[in-house]
């Protein structure tokens, strides 16, 4: 079976930093996409990042270009998201998700998803 779990969130303040990570397990992920999202109160829920198993394919949406950084330990089975120079809009509950095929941004796309885990910027 197979599992997604999220860890690393918090409270923190505007222009500070996390790192939240997802540890993977239950199946082989090669040939599949990993990817970060996250869903604020009453909107859409919304790509961040995207990455090849590999490592070879990264995707980010204009918001967070520059700020956040995903990268995959394929030894640990665990994807990162280095979140920097955080605002307040960035606070949502952020989510791992996996899918065969390559990185997209859309959510229906994903087959896998973790838990979720709350990042909350304050101003």
């Known amino acids: 079976q197979v599992q997604l779990v999220e860890s690393g969130g918090g409270l923190v303040q505007a222009g500070g930093s996390l790192r939240l990570s997802c540890a993977a397990s239950?199946?082989?992920?090669?040939?599949?996409?990993m990817a970060w999202f996250r869903q604020a109160p009453g909107k859409e829920r919304e790509f961040v990042a995207g990455?090849?198993?590999?490592?070879?394919?990264?995707d980010y949406p204009d918001s967070v270009k520059g700020r956040f950084t995903i990268s995959i330990d394929n030894a640990k089975n665990t994807v990162y998201l280095q979140m920097n120079s955080l605002k307040p809009e960035d606070t949502a509950v952020y989510y791992c998700?996996?899918?065969?095929?390559?990185?997209?941004?859309?959510?229906?796309?994903?087959?896998?998803w973790g838990q979720g885990t709350q990042v909350t910027v304050s101003s």
């Open positions: 998700a996996a899918r065969p095929g390559g990185s997209v941004s859309s959510p229906r796309l994903y087959r896998y």
């Open positions: 990455i090849s198993w590999t490592g070879y394919t990264i």
């Open positions: 239950g199946r082989t992920f090669n040939m599949y996409a």
